[in-house]
């Protein structure tokens, strides 16, 4: 029959809705309120999975985010989900789940042959083998590859969306629990902005487990209104299936939200997940505590569970995992899995690690009449998977052995109690100090930080009426701190579960030396054994980490949220130091793991990082021009009519700016305004050229370097008033420039008194170059004279273009007779049209960035990040001629006199011919002085940039050189992988060397 | 110092009847003597190699490695791994090609399984002007004898078929370099086998011992003052990455470093699914899969100093972002852990390897995002410049003085995905 | 994610922000006299204390104005903000090679 | 002067007037464009009276000195920006008076009058969701206890810049943008709020 261990009534689930899914392939049914575990559990399924290195048979341990053995393959196809953890998946209709890490089936697992062998492989054996021969190392990684990681990654793009967003609030609470519900009900009443979130599905934490009573009334009442109360509280927001997974600095704390998973498939716009960035003003931490296995020899067969497991199971799943079970504690919760199972049906044994035990659930199992062993352990299990008996044995008084014979007892489930750890991963993570507690035998906090609040179990205090006292106290002082006047509210009365003393054994005695018998696992996940551990400490790894990475304690999915309290304290029992000295790994988000795509969420594709456009940019589209990247922006790359290649395009292009007209969008070229009366001093600091006689309405060049005295930034600046100046610069460095001018204002210069400011995009900049560009530009404009005596070379005029107001610059980067006209930006496309229109007649033609990357090379002009990189002087580019001997200083200048900076023999710009005119370089290319048969071979510099140029009818380079200046004339090669290219060196300029055609 | 037990499959099945009770410790833990020949400060991959070295290679084996945690544990232990030789100038090239020739016989020479993996490694280009960029990487590496390939895109396709060969991709890739005998290592074994080997050679490796001052007189250094006491050498080394400014303060100079934080994550271990390093830096994120299956994967640093060993989370989010992007079908996968460690950067993000204002005292560092793969040489031209009192020819280039001359040896390019 | 007072706008997100790096920095005047390793010096070598660091920030997505900061390099905690050409306040001048 | 249809909005290739014909109603998100606003940029000194006052006789607006507000005196608006940075804005084609004015009212104080109406344009966002919508692309806390309306401010959006105001109560955001951007933003915003169900609106 379905269904066989779920009781016939009581739980948390809804019996109306039945929902059926599918594990490795069997069609199983639980109920609306399980998770897939539970459903498993009621349905009987025990054995779920394989271990990591051993492949052994591994059933579910927890019920919640500590599950280090139930992980599943979700789902298929895009939509597959490696690692799922069984017991933080809410159940759906037609979920589908299998068995992860074992082939061909969960059964029948070839992998589980490692398990035959594993007395050879202990922890870090791969460290001393596979070494020989030296060779052979890439094919037995292949062999271990495969067989390690778990499930499968998807082979399909995700389907679905993720979002991210931003939140403040006044008190953010972490963990719905009897202590952060409590927490939430003070801070909110007072008007702060609360925000409540719980992993898990449904709010109330251990009250959903537990049977206890607030207020004389079962402690699920309390719950339904405390919550309903919440929920009536307008600045109050309650996220359920919301996981804190990151504690970061200044209160920002990282959530994710599961909305549509436990829907199944897509929702519309609905996404799967939410990232929420919360920035709180206070913190509550009420995240309550973790339970801790016990370990004994094979005590990972499925049927073994941690106790508060079991008892979650029976309580609010309505699931008795088993008919006859045996429950192992050193403390009184244990108990709690006993009673819940007796009430159950299911009969029990408990077999207590206390000589004498005491507590109240103690008391009533013992009024009850249930088996209670005291002072005994737990030998060894059987079972050939589901685990099948126990042995149990008495312990001598000290607790390190055992005495008289073994009892063997038979059972299908097995509850174990360690006691537990305060869930601390998050305080942790803040920053905060953790303080042993011998009582507990726990980590607890140790210190409070400012702006943070712990309350209940994740402080060690683990009765529920404490939880209760300290959530109130703690919201309300967080309401307090972040400036609210929380009223004192009754703290309600509690009856139930009252802590009482436990027996702390970190590795359970047997009859047997640890090792010869079965396994006594500390890691599930990892198969970390305590003879694991030990070895590690006997060779020499004795701190933590070294514990930790040597035997990969605690690094799979769960974190060790089970396994790395116990691992420590068996590592400090071995080298014999108390266990705050040997201290915790260190705790690291997230919390539990959160899918990468939650991180990325949107920002992919085209909103991975902005487009930005240029008025001509739809213009450019509709005529089929592809685009370059040049920073953010796309820019027009080259014109292509039908049926062209780049490389006619191109030398089309060229040629068309040479004998008629070229026309382009500069609109992208940075562009600040500078306005004082001390710009001109602040030109002359990050400018190598003087600035002090440039007439209003002149333009000049100018070239920035660094403080390293390398070349960042070049362009030209235009005086357009007295006191203001319009300066250019590279596309990709108009944000760094400014950046850069306004940190040396601001920080070195206060006093000077500049405004600078970006005016990039207030102007669409279009270039109008060639032999034509007067004559069309003077078709479109009344009021601006064009005579080269009224408007010379590098000078700016304002007026009309096509009836824009517009302001025009004679400069070139071409070497043509070229003009910029500089429109409102909105105007753009409306003079770029107007000037096309115009300039049919002369067969106007639009260019690129790949025609203009040519059009300067042919003039030997340098591009800032193409020809330079960052180490390159303007000696080393030929241009002492820009760098002043006059002024005092500049920026970068004490560098240029560095005995490095001052050597003859730097790298200079110069220019390569190939021997063959139609063979271009590639760019990039290395050029020697001395071909030798092979490698290594001396290198004197590099290609930088390299085309073929139409105009000058043969290809053209420009090289970085070492001592590139004397070598004019020399023959040397451009040494390629697959050929060597034979060069001449040349001046860097290959066109108009008289530089006479800017005139027309 | 007992010969250490010769590890194998054959030791491995011997040991295995005696339950592993017999196996020796790697390393001892000795109390610090007085004095030494050499003090090397900082426990990780580059000190222990240091110290290694000098026994071997130069005979002084009256050695300490002060540690002030636990060997290894500071970037040698959280970095990712990525080993390559592709660096653009000359002097950066031999560095780091001299490593990559020590790895590919570290496991045997060492008797210590570094799992050390040429799965190779592709630089992706997404423009022309970063193929333009590899193309002068790679040829200036063909010329100087180091093995590096110019892909193109169905060359790319083939090796990597998970990418995003989207034309319309907001970055499209265009190409990529390849070293074929790039790769992965495993980081811890790389320090535990130095130490180890360090250790049989005599080398007293000491741990939770910070060195707390220096003893200096007449401009020479005589020893160091710790947490332990005082130790007296007249030659010391300091290997200390994220701490150098630290210890230049405490011997009273100033180094042209800054700590910043660099943040790295793993996925949850899943199947093969990623066979070779792939780093983009355009898309800036690089990413590998270790042989027990998590994707390793690498940020960039944070804007600010910090030595708190965590970053700032938008770094990562922009890391896990970037991966999607390039590997749409990672999305599900789930991140397991993120970290920190603390980096040494350098202004022209190349090491700083020599002698100091102090005689006596040398310093390594600024080894920044990317020294991993330089540990073999790093220790090795490093014991050969305490032994001598001069640099080897390899690490002349990479002294102090360059910083007064202006001789930088600028590999932001090469160092561009920080790793 | 550090939340960082901008002395002119309020808190905000550190990603608004630029780090400039080490503050008081004054750049040398006469630079034709000084050495080579003096301007080594001015350029490169720098603080980079482990404790209370004295830096510059500036508002990027903001006001972008420049302002200095005193923050701890171990806890990320911020002791102070004060404004460009201000000296360090009192409570923090005395702290800067403290180590935490 | 030039023919004023020439004149091209930012986001003039997304049609937006088209689009909006078909606009669904109960969206939670309304998107439009406010393109062509007048935006002078004030630099000067709060503390120096003068130049307060030459901005209320030019503008005819008190300049705001609390961070992060405004000021208005229709149809000019006045948005502190930084410590000696201001935005006046005004209806289209007014930067044609504001700008002269302010400059003629300096004479030669220390202050500078920058004429950005061509660099930046405004995306309105509002509905019910408006908040929910700027808090995917946005650090700030827009509670209205922390922005009520009338507040500004200059932070990031998405992964640009951004000048955010609160216009009115529904609530109603106007986004500020540097123009190259606004094709970014526009389809950042309406991907965003698809999850709110979107409309869009021509102004
Ligand atoms: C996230 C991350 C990713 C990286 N990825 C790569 C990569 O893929 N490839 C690559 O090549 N490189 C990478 N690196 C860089 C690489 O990790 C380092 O360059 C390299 O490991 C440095 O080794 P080390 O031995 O010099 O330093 P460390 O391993 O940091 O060792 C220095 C040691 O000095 C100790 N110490 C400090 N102060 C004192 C003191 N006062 N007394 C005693 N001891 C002291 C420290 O505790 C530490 O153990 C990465 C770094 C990080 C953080
Ligand atoms: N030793 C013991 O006896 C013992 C131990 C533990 C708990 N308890 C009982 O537990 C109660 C204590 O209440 P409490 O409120 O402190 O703890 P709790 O366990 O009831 O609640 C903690 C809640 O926090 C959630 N949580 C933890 N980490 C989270 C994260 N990072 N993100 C989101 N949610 C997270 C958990 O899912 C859980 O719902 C008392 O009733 C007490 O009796 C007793
Ligand atoms: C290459 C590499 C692989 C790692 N793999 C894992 C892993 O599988 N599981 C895990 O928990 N941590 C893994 N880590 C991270 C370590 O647990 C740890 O976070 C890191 O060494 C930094 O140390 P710390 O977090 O203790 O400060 C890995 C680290 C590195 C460098
Ligand atoms: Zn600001």
């Given amino acids: 029959m379905t269904q066989k261990n779920r009781l016939p009534e009581g739980g948390r689930i809804d019996r109306t809705r039945p929902l059926g899914f599918l594990f490795n392939g069997r069609r199983y049914t639980g109920f609306a309120g399980d998770t897939l575990a539970s459903a498993l559990l009621a349905n009987d399924v025990h054995f779920v999975g394989r271990s990591f290195k051993y492949h052994r048979k591994r059933g579910i341990l927890g019920s919640g985010a500590e599950e280090p053995n139930a992980l599943v393959q979700l789902e298929l196809g895009g939509r597959t989900e490696p690692n799922a953890r069984a017991t933080q998946v809410d159940l759906y209709e037609g979920l589908i789940a299998s068995s992860q890490n074992c082939w061909p089936t969960l059964e029948a ?892 | 110092m007992p010969a250490k037990t010769r590890y194998s499959i054959f030791s491995l099945v011997r040991n295995a009847f005696s339950y592993h009770e017999n196996w020796e410790e790697a390393w001892r833990s000795p109390e610090p003597r007085p004095e030494y020949d050499v003090i090397i400060v900082g426990g990780g991959g580059h000190g222990l190699a240091t110290a290694y070295y000098l026994a071997k290679e130069h005979g002084i084996t009256n050695v300490a490695v002060l540690e002030k945690g636990w060997i290894g544990g500071g970037n040698t232990g959280r970095n990712t791994t990525v080993v390559r030789s592709n660096y653009l100038w000359d002097e950066s090239a031999h560095l780091y090609e001299h490593a990559l020739k020590l790895w590919e016989g570290l496991s045997q020479e060492l008797n210590f399984n570094v799992m050390f993996s040429q799965r190779g490694l592709l630089n992706l280009a997404h423009s022309p002007h970063e193929m333009r960029g590899l193309a002068r990487r790679v040829y200036a590496l063909n010329l100087n004898g180091i093995d590096s390939e110019l892909l193109n895109l169905e060359q790319v396709r083939a090796m990597c078929p998970i990418l995003n060969f989207s034309p319309k991709a907001r970055y499209p890739i265009y190409g990529a370099s390849l070293q074929r005998r790039g790769g992965v290592a495993r980081h811890d074994a790389v320090a535990w086998g130095y130490a180890r080997g360090a250790d049989a050679r005599g080398v007293d490796i000491i741990q939770n011992c910070e060195v707390t001052g220096f003893q200096i007189s007449n401009g020479k250094v005589h020893g160091v003052e710790t947490t332990r006491g005082t130790i007296r050498a007249n030659k010391v080394g300091v290997v200390a990455a994220g701490h150098s400014s630290v210890l230049a303060d405490l011997a009273g100079f100033r180094l042209p470093i800054q700590s910043h934080p660099l943040q790295a994550a793993v996925s949850e271990p899943v199947k093969p699914i990623l066979d070779t390093v792939v780093m983009s830096g355009a898309v800036h994120v690089y990413v590998s899969q270790s042989d027990k299956g998590e994707l390793v994967l690498g940020a960039g640093i944070d804007s600010y100093n910090s030595y708190s060993q965590r970053g700032s989370p938008k770094v990562v989010e922009d890391m896990f972002g970037a991966l999607v992007e390039l590997f749409p079908i990672f999305s599900r996968l789930k991140v397991l852990r993120t970290w920190g460690g603390i980096v040494d950067v350098c202004p022209d993000a190349s090491p700083i390897i020599g002698r100091t204002p102090v005689e006596g005292l040398y310093f390594n560092c600024g080894w920044g995002t990317g020294g991993f793969k330089a540990t073999p040489s790093s220790g090795w031209v490093f014991a050969h410049t305490i032994a001598n009192d001069r640099p080897h020819p390899l690490n002349e280039a990479f002294g102090l003085e360059r910083f007064s001359s202006g001789h930088l040896i600028d590999e932001h390019g090469a160092a561009a995905v920080a790793h | 994610m550090l939340l960082i007072p901008c002395p002119f706008c309020g808190p905000r997100d550190e990603s608004e922000f630029g780090c400039g790096g080490e503050a008081h920095i004054a750049r040398p005047t006469d630079t034709d006299r000084l050495s080579d390793a003096d301007w080594a010096a001015y350029l490169f070598m720098r603080k980079n204390p482990k404790g209370v660091h004295l830096e510059r920030w500036v508002h990027r997505l903001g006001c972008r104005r420049w302002f200095n900061l005193a923050r701890s390099t171990v806890s990320h905690e911020i002791l102070a903000v004060y404004k460009m050409g201000d000296p360090p306040p009192a409570s923090v001048a005395g702290q800067e090679a403290r180590r935490t | 002067m030039v023919e004023p249809y020439l004149r091209q909005s930012a986001l003039v290739h997304r049609g937006l007037s088209r689009a909006a014909a078909g606009a669904m109603s109960g969206a939670g998100i309304v998107l439009s464009e406010r393109p062509f606003r007048a935006m002078v940029n004030l630099r000067g000194e709060a503390s120096d009276a003068g130049f307060l006052s030459a901005v209320r006789a030019a503008a005819g607006v008190e300049l705001p000195l609390q961070p992060n507000t405004t000021q208005r005196a229709a149809p000019v608006t006045a948005l502190w920006l930084g410590p000696d940075e201001w935005l006046i804005t005004a209806p289209a084609g007014e930067e044609r008076v504001l700008v002269p004015a302010l400059r003629a009212s300096f004479g030669e104080r220390h202050a500078a009058v920058i004429d950005l109406t061509e660099s930046r344009t405004v995306i309105a966002v509002s509905g019910a969701h408006a908040r929910d919508l700027l808090a995917k692309g946005c650090t700030l806390d827009l509670h209205p206890r922390a922005f009520p309306v009338g507040a500004c401010a200059q932070t990031g959006l998405a992964r640009a810049g951004a000048l955010l105001h609160l216009v009115d109560e529904a609530p109603t955001f106007e986004i500020t943008i540097l123009r190259s951007f606004a094709d970014y933003m526009w389809v950042w915003l309406a991907d965003a709020a698809q999850e709110y169900g979107v409309a869009l609106r021509t102004e």
């Fill in chain 1, 109 to 1000: 697992d070839l992998g589980a042959a490692n398990s035959l062998l594993s007395r050879i492989y202990p922890a870090g054996f791969y460290y001393k083998t596979f070494m020989w021969p030296p060779s052979f190392w890439m094919t037995y990684e292949r062999f271990i590859r495969r067989a390690a990681g778990l499930g499968r990654p998807p082979r399909e793009p995700d389907p679905d969306r993720y979002e991210k967003a931003w939140r403040h609030c006044d008190v953010l609470v972490v963990g719905a629990g009897p202590a952060g519900i409590a927490a939430a009900l003070a801070a909110g009443r007072s008007g702060a902005r609360v925000i409540l979130v719980d992993e898990q599905a449904e709010l109330g934490g251990s009250l959903l487990s537990r049977k206890g009573a607030i207020d004389g009334a079962p402690a699920t009442h309390w719950l339904d209104t405390a919550l309903g109360e919440l929920r009536s509280l307008p600045e109050v927001m309650v996220l359920p299936r919301t996981t804190a997974y990151g504690y970061y600095d200044h209160n920002m704390i990282g959530l994710i939200e599961r909305i549509g998973d436990h829907r199944g498939g897509s929702n519309g716009g609905v996404p799967r997940q939410r990232l929420w960035h919360v920035r709180a003003k206070q913190v509550v931490l009420a995240t309550g505590a973790i339970e801790r296995p016990l370990v004994f020899s094979d005590n990972d067969r499925p049927g073994i569970l941690l106790a508060s497991a079991i008892e979650t199971y029976v309580n609010r799943y309505a699931v008795a995992a088993g008919r006859r079970g045996v429950i192992v504690t050193g403390n009184d919760t244990g108990y709690g899995a006993a009673l819940a199972l007796a009430g159950a049906g299911t009969a029990v044994t408990v077999v207590d690690l206390r000589t004498e035990p005491t507590g109240p659930q103690h008391e009533t199992a013992r009024a009850r009449g249930m088996e209670i062993l005291a002072g005994h352990t737990v030998a060894r299990t059987f079972g050939n998977g589901r685990v099948t008996g126990v042995e149990v044995m008495p312990m001598t008084a000290d607790g390190e052995g055992v005495v008289g014979s073994g009892r063997r007892i038979e059972c299908d489930l097995v509850g174990m109690s360690g006691g537990w750890s305060p869930t601390v991963h998050l305080y942790s993570q803040s920053g905060g100090k953790l303080r042993y507690d011998e009582a507990l035998a726990a980590f607890v906090p140790g210190n409070f930080r400012s702006g943070q609040h712990l309350a209940g179990a994740v402080r060690g205090s683990f009765g529920l009426g404490a939880a209760l006292s300290e959530g109130f106290a703690a919201g309300a002082a967080a309401a307090e701190a972040a400036g609210f006047r929380a009223a004192a509210a009754p703290v309600p009365a509690v009856e139930g579960y009252e802590p009482a003393p436990q027996r702390m054994l970190w590795v359970l005695p047997s009859s047997k030396p640890l090792g010869h018998g079965g396994k006594n696992f500390v890691d599930f996940q990892n198969d970390v054994t305590a003879a694991d551990l030990k070895l590690a400490v006997r060779e020499g790894y004795r701190s933590v980490e070294h514990v930790k990475r040597y035997t990969t304690t605690g690094m799979g999915t769960d974190q060790g949220k089970t396994s790395n309290i116990n691992a420590l304290a068996i590592l400090s029992e071995t080298v014999g130091a108390a266990i705050p000295a040997v201290g915790t790994t260190t705790f690291r988000p997230p919390y539990t793991p959160v899918t990468v795509g939650a991180f990325a969420s949107r920002d992919l594709g085209d909103l991975l990082d902005p487009i930005r456009r240029t008025p001509t940019h739809g213009w450019a589209e509709k005529v089929g021009a592809p685009f370059e990247n040049v920073g953010q922006w796309k820019r027009t790359w080259y014109f292509p009519k039908a049926g062209e290649t780049m490389h006619a395009a191109v030398n089309r292009e060229v040629k068309a700016a040479r004998t008629s007209i070229g026309i382009v969008d500069a609109s992208t070229l940075g562009k600040i305004d500078i306005q004082g009366p001390d710009a001109v001093k602040l030109l002359n600091w990050v400018y190598t050229n003087a600035w002090d006689n440039l007439a209003i309405g002149r333009s000049r060049y100018g070239l920035m370097l660094d403080e390293n005295g390398m070349v960042f930034d070049d362009g030209v600046t235009t005086r357009i008033g007295e006191n203001h100046y319009h300066m250019t610069t590279t596309t990709s460095g108009a944000p760094r420039v400014l950046a850069w001018m306004e940190e040396w204002l601001q920080c070195e210069w206060p006093h000077y008194r500049v405004f600078l400011t970006s005016v990039t995009e207030q102007w669409a900049t279009i270039g109008v170059a060639g032999p034509n560009a007067r004559k069309l530009i003077s078709e479109l404009t009344q009021d601006i004279a064009l005579e080269d005596e009224s408007f010379p070379f590098m000078s700016m005029k304002e007026g009309h273009v096509a009836g824009i107001p517009a302001r025009v610059f004679r400069i070139s980067f071409t070497g043509e007779l070229s003009y910029e006209i500089n429109v409102p930006t909105s105007y753009g496309l409306a003079l770029w049209q107007a000037l096309m229109t115009a300039g049919e007649k002369y067969e106007i033609t639009p260019y690129g960035t790949e025609a203009m990357h040519v059009l300067r090379a042919e003039k030997g002009y340098i591009i800032v990040g193409q020809d330079t990189d960052g180490t390159v002087t303007p000696g080393d580019l030929g241009m002492d001629w820009i760098v002043s001997k006059k002024k005092p200083d500049f920026l970068g200048k004490r560098s240029l006199a560095r005995a490095d900076t001052r050597r003859d023999d730097r790298k200079h710009l110069v220019g390569l011919l190939t021997q063959n005119p139609s063979e271009a370089i590639p760019e990039g290319a290395q050029i020697v002085g001395e071909l030798k048969p092979r490698p290594p071979m001396k290198m004197l510099g590099h290609v930088t940039s390299s085309y073929y140029s139409p105009n000058v009818g043969r290809s053209i380079a420009l090289a970085l050189i070492e001592g590139g200046r004397a070598r004019i004339g020399q023959e040397l090669h451009a040494a390629l992988p697959d050929r060597n290219i034979r060069v001449t060196v040349t001046e860097p300029r290959f066109f108009d060397l008289e530089g006479t055609r800017v005139n027309g």
